[in-house]
């Protein structure tokens, strides 16, 4: 869902937003310099110390806002695979842990589109927000692991 436009935003939007901006910036660098595997490796590698949420900690739909607002007004490229990588570095600095997902969907006119997201305590941190359309993707294989 996307939320009413409101201006001025309170004190933590705008915190979150900048957080989101930083975090993708960090994550389309690490993206650009990295080949898929390896990226898929850091998504699916589980935090260092993960634990109960931090006070002040945002929530999976906080994220997903942040993380979106934040992709939309980038001058790069931000797609869904660059807000997972962003949330995942996000969240494992907060000491907390989401599990990577991979779909895909074949179109009517059989193009195959794909889209990953993060899930945090079930519910989607980036790639949308629960909906018929997200459901439809079908999950792909897990990548493969990291090795030890």
């Not at 201006?7 to 933590?12: E, G, K, L, S, V």
């Not at 790069?76 to 000491?95: F, I, P, T, Y």
């Not at 990953?116 to 359309?133: F, K, M, N, V, Y």
């Amino acid at each position: 869902m996307r939320r009413a436009r409101r201006f001025p935003p309170t004190a933590r939007e705008l915190r979150l937003f900048c957080t989101a901006w930083a975090r993708l910036a960090q994550a389309r660098m690490m993206h650009a310099r990295m080949d898929a595997p390896a990226v898929l490796r850091r998504l699916r590698r589980p935090a260092r110390a993960p634990g109960r949420p931090r006070a002040g900690a945002p929530t999976a739909d906080e994220m997903r806002w942040a993380l979106a607002a934040a992709a939309r007004r980038a001058p790069w490229r931000a797609d869904c695979l660059v807000q997972a990588l962003a949330g995942k570095m996000w969240l494992e600095s907060l000491g907390r842990d989401a599990e990577l997902r991979l779909g895909a969907l074949r179109g009517a006119d059989g193009a195959l589109t794909a889209h990953a997201w993060l899930e945090l305590d079930g519910l989607p941190a980036t790639g949308g927000a629960l909906s018929p359309e997200l459901a439809a993707f079908a999950p792909a294989a897990d990548p493969p692991a990291a090795p030890d």
